[in-house]
């Protein structure tokens, strides 16, 4: 199928976004997305990998809005998605947030070492972005210590210890990750095959 729009643009103005990015929520995990276009109707999404299989997704933007999405075409990358449910278009194209804006973060859990000082502290991630990670570790490290982050399928990082709460630390990384390696390491440890009936096939990870 070509790569049309995810709805008629001569029944809606279409608005292009300059390729924001995004994720979408699927059961097998959280995934990069790029978002191309959108309408009231609907979003076109361009992918940094094979499109995921599942057709009712969920497509969060950074500020955290949440959106229920049903895929209505696929194209080598690409996918058009027409909305669930209304959607007040300013409000996705603003994308107001409370905070400052941040880099899409994605929640994945797989086990980290975190070398501190000389020291190895056993981490398990609970989600990752282009800059960062937030990890619960099983004791307290000092805030602003510098780390190496060392995690199987994901690119070794070093970084200082930005803040911590408890047992969750938050890691600032001195060297951003690729947008497309990280979507890529994603994809690779998130498989987005699904059985019959949208079932995530034994072994997967499904979205936090």
Known sequence: MSATNATDPRQ????????????????SGEYVCLVR???????????????PEEKRIFLE??????YPIERTWADQGQAGYRFAAQV??????????????????LRLKVPVLLTVDGHDFRAMLAD?????AKLNVDRLLPQGA??????????????HIRWR???DHGIVFQEAIPLEEL?????????????????VQQGEIRAA
């Open 12 to 27: 809606e103005q279409r608005h292009t976004l300059m390729l924001r990015t995004a994720k979408v929520v699927c059961q």
């Open 37 to 51: 276009d959108v309408s009231a109707g609907g979003v076109g999404l361009r992918f940094l990998h094979d499109v």
């Open 61 to 66: 933007l950074a500020n955290g809005a949440l």
């Open 88 to 105: 007040v278009l300013e409000n996705f194209l603003s994308e107001a947030s409370l905070f400052a804006h941040r880099p899409v973060r």
């Open 128 to 132: 990752i972005s282009r800059c960062g």
């Open 146 to 159: 510098f780390a190496r982050f060392d995690a199987a399928g994901l690119p070794l990082r070093f970084g």
């Open 165 to 167: 709460k408890d047992h």
């Open 183 to 199: 979507a890529r390491c994603l994809h690779t440890l998130q498989p987005c095959a699904v059985a019959p009936g949208g079932e």
